[in-house]
């Protein structure tokens, strides 16, 4: 088991590039989240998915960004018109169902970093 | 934010000492997890306590949760090198949605 999949480790766009970053769950995980972290803000959540459905997409920044789940074993996240703002590592997480209780496994996120 | 939690910002300690981190959240929730953070790599879970769980213990692990103060703490007894690590602990604010995480606290430990 490889664990959650994020690609690519590190991307660079410039200022109104769009950016777009993978993440492919843990087999068999239904639930799948999107975070992001940086210094200032710390560990924010996005969005998640479960069986593919969008649930909660309270955290995603209204305009700019989308995500979605084609498929059991990837998800994308989409930046349009990317802004230094952006610049964050962004965490991709796959747990084996939705509960208080469930752990989360997190992949070791794509660092974005917007010139 | 309503949903926030809050740690101490760094704490840096020896080799074998015991170091505390604490965690305030601001809503009710029945599950306080608490994760590592290593450098370059995602958090990963470390140990987890329920509301009918005032103490939890793993290895050299202790948490605790107070339910009427809405707080939790981790303990790491005898700390080694290879505990330095961001901690967070994270809460289910909005009962069975997506976990949120404090702040984190900075560990670092010297030989």
């Known amino acids: 088991n490889a664990g959650v999949i994020q690609t690519p480790r590190h991307k660079v766009t410039g200022k109104g590039q769009e950016a777009t970053l993978w993440c492919e769950p843990i087999s068999g995980h239904s639930a799948v989240f999107w975070y992001r972290q940086t210094i200032v803000q710390g560990l924010e959540f996005l969005t998640y998915f479960r069986n593919q459905a969008p649930i909660d997409d309270s955290g995603m920044p209204k305009e700019r960004f989308s995500a979605q789940m084609p498929n059991q074993s990837h998800s994308t996240l989409k930046i349009q018109s990317t802004q230094p703002q952006d610049s964050a590592v962004y965490l991709c997480?796959?747990?084996?169902?939705?509960?208080?209780?469930?752990?989360?496994?997190f992949g070791h996120g794509t660092k974005l970093s917007v010139l | 934010s309503q949903w926030g939690e809050e740690n101490l910002q760094a704490l840096s300690i020896q080799e074998g000492e015991d170091v505390t981190m604490n965690c305030s959240y601001k809503t009710y929730t029945t599950v306080v997890h608490w994760y590592r953070q290593d450098s370059g790599r995602g958090p990963a879970l470390i140990i987890l306590i329920r509301s009918n769980e005032r103490e939890k213990r793993s290895g050299r692990l202790r948490a605790t949760l107070d339910t009427s103060s809405q707080s939790s703490s981790l303990s790491i007894t005898a700390a080694q090198c290879e505990d330095t690590a961001v901690y967070f602990c994270?809460?289910?604010?909005?009962?069975?949605?997506?976990?949120?995480f404090g702040t984190g606290t900075t560990v670092s430990v010297s030989p």
């Open positions: 997480a796959s747990s084996l169902d939705m509960g208080s209780n469930e752990r989360l496994f």
């Open positions: 994270a809460t289910d604010a909005r009962g069975g949605r997506a976990l949120i």
